[in-house]
């Protein structure tokens, strides 16, 4: 009988034994580096966008290249690219793909950031140029921006890059409170046009998007010129990081002449505390022969992510390099524009 506090005080301890391991175990997701002895590698998540866009199997083939060099992501799907840099700014994503136009916006607290300057996160890289595409099918009669009005329009996910412009160019154009306005992720957009539970649906993709090739190989599309009538309104003027992209005849199918989408360059982010050294070992998986061609494999935007267009546009966004960039590009030799440099 005398022996059972014994054997209770020890219970308790070793109770207390496991409990403090499993704490001394958990940790802020993301950029933790596990305890020594464990022999995992450091874990970093990657906030992308719906998984029928271009963002999704690029973090993935990222996250694939990377790990060649110790350092191991964890892709996830989001609402795209404003949601991506709020994800940042919260802690909760370490890295992400981010559009021009947020980036600009996030940065400066304005448009839809207005009075929430967005500045925990660092540039590292230009990744590829998305093209918005305005899509309807033939049947629709919708050809124009004007035909727009009293229709469903889908513009992407809530809080997607997509979704901002579509709203932002529709505000502009003066259709956005004529139209009902869906939020259809990527993957179900060309479901949603052939079900015709949406009549235009409109979208950032690298050229061409599969939604396209997908729902023109059983319904003829129309695929609207929104530049040429934006432009006449004086879009371009008011938001000159949105670029013109030709895309040239035959690309999608049944389209018979060159047509223009608005363009807004995609970019590598990531939180300014994740380590110099982890980015600089990053930029040199991505640039290297193996590295470039597993991107080139992936998708079509791969062809754009390379050294040589490493720094375009960024001096429009002036917003700082990452330092571990910053020090990959000084090393191959590459002029860092002033408004962008880490050390300025």
């Avoid at 219970?11 to 403090?20: A, M, P, R």
């Avoid at 002895?37 to 990222?62: D, E, L, N, R, V």
């Avoid at 003829?220 to 670029?243: C, H, M, R, T």
């Amino acid at each position: 009988m005398k022996k059972r506090p014994v054997v209770a005080i020890l219970t308790v301890i070793l109770v207390i034994g496991l409990l403090s391991a499993g704490i001394s175990g958990c940790g802020k997701k993301g950029g933790g580096e596990n305890q020594p002895g464990q022999g995992s590698q450091k874990a970093y998540s990657f906030a992308t966008a719906g998984t029928g866009g271009t963002y999704y199997p690029m973090g993935g083939a990222i996250a694939s290249i990377v790990k060649e060099q110790g350092i191991d992501i964890s892709v996830e799907t989001s609402g795209g690219s404003a949601e991506n840099l709020r994800l940042i700014q919260s802690g909760q994503t370490d890295m992400a793909w981010a559009n021009a136009s947020e980036i600009y916006w996030a940065w400066n607290g304005q448009e839809f950031f207005k009075d929430q300057k967005i500045q925990d996160f660092r540039l590292v890289a230009f990744a590829w140029g998305a093209a918005y595409h305005w899509v309807s099918l033939q049947e629709s009669g919708i050809k124009t921006m004007a035909d727009f009005a009293g229709k469903r329009v889908s513009i992407g996910p809530q809080g997607s890059g997509s979704a901002i412009f579509g709203e932002t160019f529709l505000k502009h154009m003066g259709l956005w409170d004529k139209v009902k306005v869906m939020y259809y992720p990527p993957e179900d957009m060309a479901d949603g046009l052939k079900n015709r539970t949406i009549d235009v649906m409109g979208y950032f993709s690298r050229v061409p998007w599969a939604a396209i090739t997908d729902v023109s190989a059983l319904t003829p599309v129309n695929l609207i010129d929104a530049p040429s009538e934006g432009e006449q309104k004086g879009f371009g003027q008011k938001y000159p990081f949105y670029l013109i992209q030709e895309v040239k005849s035959g690309t999608y199918k049944g389209q018979e002449k060159d047509i223009k989408f608005y363009n807004n360059p995609v970019y590598l982010v990531v939180h300014k505390d994740v380590p110099e050294e982890t980015v600089y070992k990053m930029l040199q998986a991505i640039y290297s022969d193996s590295g470039q061609a597993k991107l080139r494999q992936t998708h079509k935007a791969g062809e754009d992510m390379t050294l040589q267009n490493a720094l375009l546009g960024m001096d429009k966004l002036a917003v700082p390099l990452h330092p571990g960039a910053e020090k990959f590009f000084k090393e191959k030799g590459m002029t860092i524009p002033p408004n962008i440099s880490s050390s300025s």
